[in-house]
């Protein structure tokens, strides 16, 4: 989308790193930003400090939640696109990684990053679908990694679901183009 002025965005993992970052990028193009991470307290103060970089009086906001919640988060999104007037952009930023030798992973490693990184961003993306499906331009963005692309030494646990991200981007690319959603991934 070129022209943000305005728009409703909402950054999943924007509470601290690069989801803040992606907030305030947003923000300085004119655009409305609402945040989702689990941790309040980061998550208030990053509200409190991206408040500054709002523009032309656009709205920051945080919604405490885990996206691995799954009526948590439908309930978020549906709070977010009644509260704020609807959604136009999904930004699915959150993502944690469990580094270790696979070997010494436990398997419960292995569905506690595949929860937040992959189902995560499926239970954020179906919440919000009818939303932003509602705009005649909108977009869903999905943030992969160079270990989406290749798998990376010590991150077996991680590398498997961005591969996922970038598959799912695709699927949503083809199936949502012609009824005006754009879907990308975008690597870090």
């Known amino acids: 989308m ?85 959604i136009d952009v999904l930004v699915n930023n959150a993502g944690i990684v469990i580094p270790g030798y696979f070997e010494k992973l436990a398997v419960d490693d292995f569905e506690t990053v595949l929860r937040t990184n992959y189902l995560g961003a499926v239970y954020t993306t179906k919440a919000a679908l009818p939303h932003l499906l509602t705009h005649d331009k909108s977009a869903v963005t999905f943030t992969s990694s160079e270990a989406g692309i290749k798998g990376v030494f010590g991150y077996s646990t991680y590398s498997p679901t961005k591969f996922a991200l970038k598959g799912f981007a695709e699927v949503l690319r083809a199936e949502l183009r012609d009824k005006g959603v754009r879907s990308e991934e975008h690597t870090s």
Do not use: H, Q
């Open 2 to 86: 070129k022209d943000l002025d305005g728009k409703n965005v909402v950054v999943t993992g924007g509470s601290y790193g690069l989801g803040k970052e992606v907030a305030r990028a947003f923000l300085m193009e004119g655009a409305n930003v609402f945040t989702i991470a689990r941790n309040k307290e980061k998550l208030d103060a990053s509200v409190e400090e991206l408040s500054r970089d709002a523009k032309n009086n656009r709205r920051i906001k945080g919604y405490p939640c885990d996206v691995t919640d799954r009526e948590g988060i439908a309930s978020t999104i549906e709070r977010i696109s009644s509260e704020e007037g609807g």
